[in-house]
């Protein structure tokens, strides 16, 4: 399984760009990119997913590395709401279970 | 539309004692998850099932039993409850087809075993 690297926190200005760094090396050819974030001890929450082109929906961005090693979520424009821990999961699509591993995440602090 | 439902939502326990967490779907997806999270950690996969009938052990199977009861229940078994089982349980259905592909999951189980 590859195995993801996330810093353990980080903080933004409310209204400002969050830039949440994820590092997966050993990431496979088959393997796709996903984050979720889970807001105060509630059930997570899907934000994005991407194998190696560029994603943008209405909750954020996912820029992913050309050699696929590291990807960057960006939300756009950070509100209080976003304070959350943010998992980013490396996994096979078509494996429906062993593969979907939630680390430690990096909790994000947004401040007023 | 209800999404994910999870009951209880806090219990308490004795060592030794059984118990079942329920979860329901009103979403028809096929595939069903049970996780359970420790304090300041992430998730970690307990079973699975991709689809009604079928279940599998994920990465922590041991102590809990499951039930895919039909598509929309999926339940948690513990037979001997553990102070080492103290955790938060979260249940999650998954959707996929064309670029989707996501979990959606319940607003958890407070479960304390003294």
């Known amino acids: 399984d590859a195995k993801t690297t996330q810093p353990p926190s980080m903080d933004c200005a409310e209204g400002r760009a969050a830039n949440l760094p994820c590092n997966h090396s050993?990431?496979?050819?088959?393997?796709?990119v996903y984050w979720y974030r889970q807001i105060h001890s509630q059930g997570p929450q899907y934000i994005i997913h991407?194998?190696?082109n560029n994603e943008t929906n209405e909750m954020a961005s996912l820029i992913i590395t050309e050699d696929r090693k590291s990807s960057t979520l960006i939300l756009p424009h950070a509100t209080l709401r976003d304070t959350a821990v943010y998992y980013c999961?490396?996994?096979?699509?078509?494996?429906?279970?062993?593969?979907?591993?939630f680390g430690p995440g990096t909790r994000l602090s947004v401040l007023p | 539309n209800a999404g994910v439902t999870q009951t209880p939502k806090f219990q308490v326990l004795k060592t030794g004692q059984s118990m079942t967490l329920q979860c329901a779907q009103d979403m028809n997806h096929n595939s069903m998850y049970w996780y359970r999270q420790d304090p300041g950690m992430g998730l970690r996969l307990i079973y699975y099932s991709a689809s009604e009938g079928t279940t599998d052990k994920g990465e922590v199977p041991n102590g809990y039993n499951v039930s895919r009861l039909n598509k929309r229940e999926f339940s948690l078994r513990l037979e001997s409850a553990a102070p080492s089982q103290t955790s938060v349980y979260f249940c999650?259905?998954?959707?996929?087809?064309?670029?989707?592909?996501?979990?959606?999951f319940g607003p958890g189980t407070r479960l304390t075993v003294l």
């Open positions: 999961i490396v996994r096979n699509s078509d494996n429906y279970g062993q593969n979907f591993v």
């Open positions: 999650a259905c998954r959707h996929t087809g064309g670029r989707t592909d996501t979990q959606y």
């Open positions: 991407g194998l190696k």
């Open positions: 050993t990431i496979s050819g088959n393997e796709y």
